[in-house]
Nanobody, 123 residues
Framework: QVQLVESGGGLVQPGGSLRLSCAGSGRTFMADAMGWFRQAPGKEREFVAAISWTGSNTYYTDSVKGRFTISRDNAKNTVDLHMNSLKPEDTAVYYC????????????????WGQGTQVTVSA
């Protein structure tokens, strides 16, 4: 069974940091683009960040540039999202996704999705 499993979510104060991790199982994702999306209550799911299969290319939505960093470890079949300077508007369920096509992944049409992990930024 192919799975992506997120971990690392939680409650953090504004200005704080969290590291989300996504572990793949059932197949290798080393040839896939991988990324993160989020969905806040009452809003549509939105793209957050993505990384190419080599790790040499990264993409971010404007609202997280300079604060979030995506990285991957192909040997471990994992992708991480390091989140700094968190704001209340970052509160959402964060999802990991993967697809062979970076374009399809960034469009929200990835073939593989995790179940999500909750991130809450609040004082």
């Amino acid at each position: 069974q192919v799975q992506l499993v997120e971990s690392g979510g939680g409650l953090v104060q504004p200005g704080g940091s969290l590291r989300l991790s996504c572990a793949g199982s059932g197949r290798t994702f080393m040839a896939d683009a991988m990324g993160w999306f989020r969905q806040a209550p009452g809003k549509e799911r939105e793209f957050v960040a993505a990384i190419s299969w080599t790790g040499s290319n990264t993409y971010y939505t404007d609202s997280v540039k300079g604060r979030f960093t995506i990285s991957r470890d192909n040997a471990k079949n994992t992708v991480d999202l390091h989140m700094n300077s968190l704001k209340p508007e970052d509160t959402a369920v964060y999802y990991c996704a993967a697809d062979f096509s970076m374009a399809e992944l960034r469009a929200g049409e990835g073939d593989y999705w995790g179940q999500g992990t909750q991130v809450t930024v609040s004082a």
